[in-house]
């Protein structure tokens, strides 16, 4: 802060919220800004915009402290489970599709054929009713639809098997030859081609357009679009 006693007044504001329990009005009050999404053919349907909500920044910054903190205390104390990547420090996208190519590969050494099953629900979690979350056995629901299936699985090692589509109560799952998951392309073989193809491809669309920022007499200068290309490419 350029005034030196505003940090000290900030540092006294927070920790007095934090003594006394108490979330200040200010830090509730809120303005939403309805933003049409490009490119929609139907702007009578509610998904066509984007509702962001501009919140105060002092609360804004409140919250930030109090996330670091938790996330702090429970990375302290092991209270996040080793898979657990979202909310976590020193945890991000790059670590989960690590994990993941790790498991599949320990399950393919062993012989064994492996296949992911994800759930991608729209508007899960206002959605969810919260007090029949704890005796919703994830695990255990998976388990009961794959062994109600007449299809099964050998290990074939890392040899790529027909996979059948797995058959839900009011749903069919069908496998896919490619998935996206985390921003990751994921194949049936892990050789990544796919992967490798999609983002060499859009670093090359965007070096190409770079063309039409700028050339030797106008427009951004080397420096600049050096800069530009490491925080977009």
């Not at 910054?61 to 996040?80: D, G, I, P, W």
Request: proline letters at 7%; glycine letters at 6%; a positive charge.
């Amino acid at each position: 802060m350029r005034d030196p006693r505003g940090g000290p007044a900030v540092v006294r504001l927070f920790n007095a919220c934090l003594r006394l329990g108490h979330w200040p009005k200010q830090f509730k009050e809120s303005v939403t800004v309805v933003i049409p999404k490009p490119g929609k053919p139907d702007y009578s349907v509610l998904k066509a915009y984007c509702p962001i909500v501009l919140l105060s920044c002092m609360g804004k910054l409140m919250e930030k402290v109090l996330t670091k903190r938790f996330q702090f205390e429970a990375t302290k104390h092991l209270l996040l489970h080793p898979s657990q990547f979202g909310g976590a420090m020193a945890r991000s996208m790059e670590d989960a599709g690590e994990l993941l190519v790790h498991h599949i590969l320990a399950l393919h050494a062993k012989g064994f054929v492996t296949s992911c099953l994800t759930m991608d629900i729209a508007q899960c979690f206002p959605s969810i009713q919260h007090d029949y979350l704890p005796s919703f056995s994830v695990p255990g629901f998976f388990s009961n639809a794959i062994n109600s299936s007449s299809n099964t699985l050998s290990p074939q090692g890392r040899t790529v098997v027909a996979t059948p589509p797995l058959v839900l109560p009011d749903y069919t799952v069908h496998p896919k030859l490619v998935w996206w998951y985390l921003g990751f392309f994921l194949d049936r073989t892990l050789s990544f081609k796919s992967h490798i193809k999609f983002y060499a491809t859009r670093a090359l669309s965007t070096v190409r357009s770079y063309g039409l920022l700028g050339n030797s007499e106008r427009g951004l200068t080397p420096h600049d679009k050096c800069t530009l290309y490491i925080s977009c490419v």
